[in-house]
């Protein structure tokens, strides 16, 4: 059995378990040439699928938004977004729905919005703080630039309002602090206490740091001295601290090959990747403008940690981000605007 059929039976089974089928039923054989063919490959993609389940004012909200009803789709919103005492009496027959929901083709109201370039639905669904999700990169591969430039304007929005939320928050701890004579008061023995536990947190986190720093040099030199021989010349060059940070990189690794199935786009298709693809002048520039850009591969031999983990657990999709990373490279656009 070839190990492309043995990992399409892996990903079967894979998929099997996220969407709870049992495994006592039987499992069709990929070996045989002759369950390959394009009827039974349909039904068990089928029996995979599971329509997701809607109420009936989910099935016209999303109706209201395919169609560009505005006002339909802004009672919905309201609906949803306030309590239920200061509904109107006109709005009483409607029922809070999920504005995130999904129709069976897994299209949000915004991906719906996006598709049908509907630009004043878009705004009206951000004002609500509907879920982005990969709204972006949507818009980018329907080549929507009016869209693309409102989602970027809405994500520099939540990030404003999030660092000046953290910052209010500290503004008020310091300001209770402050005005709590108690904490304060250093002859109150509630004080000495915890200054003498805030002493004590100190050492402990000094000799845990010291611990964590003296344990990554220790894997760092074992890593180094077991494949010293292995390591290219930028590794050599650079010493402990580019090893350090190679191992220290496999939780990031590990969290991209582990991302869930119902991603429309690979990990590795960024916004500017994907407008590369699609060689959009105005997108690129954009994206150019807010500085991003396209990561320039490892070499195809290359034998650092990432590139090895990556080959391991999933060659076949390290050789796509290659190709995927190389073709946004060699976009006339990304070269006449990088350059």
Known sequence: MSRAIQRLMKDYRKAEKLVGRSSNEPFTDFANAASLSTQTYAQQMAQLRRDPELSQDEKKYLVAVERGDMATTRRYLDVSSTTPSTLTNNDTSIAPININCLDPLGRSSLLIAIEYENIEMIELLLNYNIDTGEALLH?????????????????????????????????????????????????????TLAQVALGKEKKDDVQQSSQDVSNKLKTA??????????????????????????????????????????????????????????????????????????????????????????????????????INAYKALSSPCYISLSS
């Open 139 to 191: 818009a980018i591969d329907e080549e929507f630039v009016e869209a693309v430039e409102l989602l970027l304007h809405h994500e520099d929005l939540r990030q404003q309002q999030q660092k000046q939320a953290k910052s209010n928050n500290i503004e008020e701890d310091k300001s209770k602090c402050q005005n709590n004579t108690t904490i304060n008061d250093k002859s109150n023995q509630l004080f």
């Open 221 to 322: 030199w074992s890593y180094f001295h077991t494949s010293k021989t292995n390591l290219p010349s930028k590794q050599a060059d650079g010493g402990v601290e580019n090893i350090i940070t190679t191992t220290t990189d496999d939780n990031e690794v590990s969290e991209q090959l582990n991302l869930s199935t119902s991603r429309s786009y690979t990990p590795d298709i960024t916004p500017v990747v994907l407008a590369a693809h699609r060689d959009n002048y105005e997108i690129v520039k954009i994206l150019l403008e807010r500085g991003e850009k396209v990561t320039e591969p490892h070499d195809v031999r290359c034998d650092c940690e990432k590139c090895l983990v990556y080959n391991k657990e999933d060659s076949l999709r390290h050789s796509r981000s290659r």
